[in-house]
């Protein structure tokens, strides 16, 4: 397994030239664009890393999956599908028209900005601050990563030029989907983004999702078994933004990826996969780290279609 993976980044580095880091945040500008890295963790709890696998960078979209995890342990379904859909698209099969002309409200799904945010408002807590406290401690439960933290700067530049998030969500708050305030939330929602991992935090994230709830290599269940189903059936059809249908064909993997460059993948019952590659394509996902998960989708055949 080791040998492969370190063959798997080689052949796949050369990828990261043809794509851009993100620059609409000033603090994420600074990554290394030739990075990318990869790290395996199974169920049983066993780990493989290979390439940049200790190069920090931060969660971003990814921590939407932890935010929503949290809303569906914390909130009934029913109450939840109040305010977000779990729908991949909202054109009807023979829609001529987009969503922004049509009466619906509610945020598509939990795996885009303004379903995050709503989703952070279904969590637990008495302010905000016990709100995103609530998901951190839960980030450091699934990383098992106790000293897991926040990137300041890329925090600082994120809540100095998130307009759109705070414009979604006043909009969110002007059709009664949110009734918090409206900036306390949306800086809950950019602290979650900036908390700082590395491929062995997210992997790991993604292996207690491929045990159904179970920590690695144990009998600790930490998520209910039919939340995994469901987060794991909304990162299959919306995790990969407007690429996951492509994904799918091509890696065939429940997966949330984050304009910090990383992707968490998840084989269900083996293991989860955290990929970090900061140079994105067009939609905002990791280019090379894309490339990597098809090679490693194709040799250890692990598509669930
Ligand atoms: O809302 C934002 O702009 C970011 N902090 C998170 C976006 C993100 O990761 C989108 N990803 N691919």
Redesign the pocket.
């Known amino acids: 397994m080791q040998s492969l993976l370190y063959s798997i980044i080689e052949a796949n580095r050369s990828w990261t030239r043809q794509g851009k880091v ?1 620059n ?2 000033p603090g994420l500008a600074k990554a290394n664009p030739e990075a990318l890295g990869i790290v395996l963790i199974t169920t049983d709890n066993q780990s493989y890393a290979a390439g940049s696998h200790e190069t920090p960078f ?1 969660i ?3 921590s ?1 999956i932890l935010t929503f995890t949290c809303a569906l342990m914390d909130t009934p379904f029913a109450e939840l599908s109040k305010i977000i859909s779990l729908e991949p698209t909202s054109d009807e099969f023979n829609s001529i028209s987009s969503l922004e002309i049509k009466n619906t409200h509610k945020p598509l799904n939990p795996m885009i ?1 303004s379903g ?1 945010i709503a989703t952070l408002s279904l969590v637990k807590g008495d302010s905000y601050a016990e709100r995103f406290q609530r998901v951190f401690s839960f980030a450091k439960l699934l990383t098992g990563n106790e000293a897991l933290p926040l990137n300041q700067d890329v925090y600082a530049s ?1 809540s100095r030029t ?1 307009h ?2 705070r414009a979604l969500a006043y909009y969110m708050k002007s059709t009664d989907i949110i009734h918090d305030d409206v900036e306390e939330l949306v800086d809950a ?2 602290r979650l ?2 908390l700082q991992v590395t491929c062995h935090d997210i992997a790991r994230i993604g292996a207690v999702l491929a045990g159904n709830g179970l920590l690695p290599g144990s009998e600790t269940r930490v998520i209910p078994k039919d939340i995994c189903r469901i987060v794991k059936a909304v990162m299959a059809t919306c995790g990969m ?1 407007n690429g996951s249908g492509l994904f799918a064909t091509s890696v065939g993997l429940p997966a949330k ?4 460059g990383g992707i968490l993948a998840v084989s269900p019952n083996r293991m989860g996969i955290g990929v970090m590659g900061p140079a ?1 394509d067009e ?3 990791s280019l090379a780290g894309i490339k990597v998960l098809e090679d490693l989708s194709k040799r250890l055949d692990l598509s669930i279609y």
């Open positions: 993100a609409y945040i931060t971003q979209s990814i939407k900005n995050a994120e998130g759109r998030n929602y950019f983004c900036s933004y990826s984050g304009v910090g994105l939609k905002g996902n």
